[in-house]
């Protein structure tokens, strides 16, 4: 800042961490005169673990700047606000910007090759000319590059035409492929969103013909297709699938298979992202505009299909026109039982704004995508009611206890027996002294050891057993004042009923000393995942012998990573926590299809859209169903090795498959690297079974 204070932290996306404790070595100095200062910054490489940069490398980046006074924040690449989201990066070139540009020519002509290739095997002679041109006009630039390029406007200058000539190809792209088709089916990984490529054909497509997905039992997956429109006019059409048949040649329903079809929303900075996820319409209807590319989800669901193969097929047929392409569609189920769920998994509903008949919906699409920790709103659960004397009158206000005992009902209905369900109660304590008792007053005890008895047991009423009950009584802990009076709850609550859990969140302002007074009262540790660095916080929670879960609520925003929350539980298994958890399964500040509402100030934080007939799921919000099957995966192959130690077999390869799968998992920012693990995983489960 202008007073040469120095901030530094490091975010690691990948692995769900921030971390204010990096302390690197660097220098700054300031200078400040009438309406303007201006800072230089000078960062070692040592000191970010990396080597010196080779000259041209590009990295991406960005310079940002908040102003608290006034509230602006301003960014050298737009960002729409998120500072830290490194898709909004910019590239920023070191050493010599001639070889920067030299080493992006170099490989736009390796694109340019590549598609000549195809042409001239078409002996097309019209695109051979025009491509050929291109890559004249790529070869001028680049003999117009001098060996030293300084000046930023002939920089920008021959970067906009080599631009220009990348649109004149992708053109020509399109052409090439519309003269032998009219469209054109590729896959890519269901994590990745399509917005780049929405209008683009990617230098190395391959064309699908064949899909093979290998899978456990009691799971389901998603498959991605892409269909690219070559026309200059709409396609329209339907996608069928069909003729599957079993291991023994019989013909099977393929109503295990659900089709998605992503729709882009737009964030700010006017970035698309196609995070929604609604079902086709009941004959699989498609229409992809003109020169467009269009995604179709295949969520395959093998809780009602047995150990085997499979084998089907997926037609896209339009409706006027005679092409019909058929991609061969095989399924391979192992005999893995994914079924069980050894992690809990708390998705925090808020339940506003949700049309009570569709309620139901809601509870079962949480449970669906494994949720085993039911918990809700702060405000949805009643606090007691005073007499004129200020005792308890009734346990529940009577406006609220419908709402409640509906969620209750419907999570005893949908959700596993073995669920837990964890009550936000933190309102009752001011409301109470609202009222006028005064805290730590005989009166106030009793009116707690009343409200309490009365909520356990009305629990118990809905079926929920004490050893899955926990009541949660406050939020993210900070300070000694806010920790001591949770101390003096939580001794109310075992006072009521020992046999009760006591959950406990901490967020970003929960200090080592905040964690200490507590420890004595935590029966569930909720750590936010930026705890999970530090290893004093840590050692006392895990010194409890107490649960440790966790939650992620920034994974909530659209501008969340699908990868990201794929990690989440690859993270939990090498931290060795027992749950994972987001805020919020439905916070819509405004707008629920508009990333920032001008109606509020707080962004979205949701996994699911409202529908007319029931919620409409996210690509985040399935890829938290997908996490949760790889940590029953990893779980299944820990048990496999354990039984095969017990027979006396050898399971050092095994072993280094499990350590290798999650710590390569979770540096990668490659999504296909956690399919791949998966599948060899799978197999390597089976083939200890049959030892």
Known sequence: NTLNTQFDRIVFPSLNRLNKDWNPKWSSAI?????????????????LKLASPSEGTVWRGNLCREEKG?????????????????????????GDLSLSLTKEITVFEEGIKNIKERIEKENFVDLLTKIDAISNNLQRIKEQVPSELTEKTHYQKLKREVAMLRISFENLAFKFYALKDEYLVWQKNPLNSLSLLRNKIPMNLKKTKEINLIMGMN????????????????????????????????????????????????????KLVDDLLPSLNEINEITIPARENKEILFIVDSHNLSAGNYKGIIDIRPFERKTVKTVKFNISVLPVDLKEDHLRFWPFGIFSGIPEELLGDYIKDMAHHRGNAFTMSSGRVPNPVLDAQKRVKEPFEAHKLPFFNKLLSLCKEYW????????????????????????????????????????????????????????????????????????????????????????????????????????????????????????DKMAVMKATGKPIWSYDNRIARLTGSPLTVRKYAWMSWKENLQGIGSWAYDYWAGDPWSEFDAKSKRSNRAYIYPGKRGPIPSRRWEAFRETMEDHETLFCLKNAIKEAKNKKIDISLSQRLLNEAVNTVLKSDNPDVISQYKVEILKEIVRLQNL
């Open 416 to 535: 596993a027996e073995e669920t837990i369900v964890a009550v936000p109660t933190f309102r009752a304590y001011p409301y109470l002294e609202r009222k006028g008792l005064e805290y730590l007053s005989p009166e106030w005890k009793n009116a707690l050891k009343t409200y309490f008895t009365a909520l356990i047991a009305h629990l118990k009423e809905f079926g929920f057993s004490e050893e899955n009950i926990a009541l949660f009584p406050y939020d993210e802990i900070s300070g000694k004042e806010g920790s001591e009076r949770f101390c003096e709850v939580a001794k109310i609550i075992k006072e009521v009923n020992p046999k009760v859990k006591i959950f406990l969140t901490q967020g970003g302002h929960t200090a080592l000393e905040d964690i200490k007074i507590t420890s004595p009262y935590v029966d569930i540790w909720c750590p936010n995942v930026m705890h999970l660095s530090k290893k």
């Open 219 to 270: 799971e389901e997956e998603m498959v991605s297709l892409v269909i690219t429109n070559l026309r200059d006019n709409p396609l329209c059409g339907r996608i069928m699938v069909s003729r599957f048949k079993d291991g023994k040649g019989q013909f099977i329903s393929p109503d295990f298979i659900e089709l998605r079809a992503p729709v882009f929303v737009e964030l700010r900075g006017h």
């Open 31 to 47: 200078s400040v005169k009438p309406g303007v200062w201006t800072t230089e910054i000078a960062i070692p490489f040592s000191q």
């Open 70 to 94: 006034l509230g602006e924040n301003s960014s050298y690449f737009l960002t729409g606000g998120h500072f830290t989201d490194p898709s909004f990066f910019g590239a920023i070139v070191f």
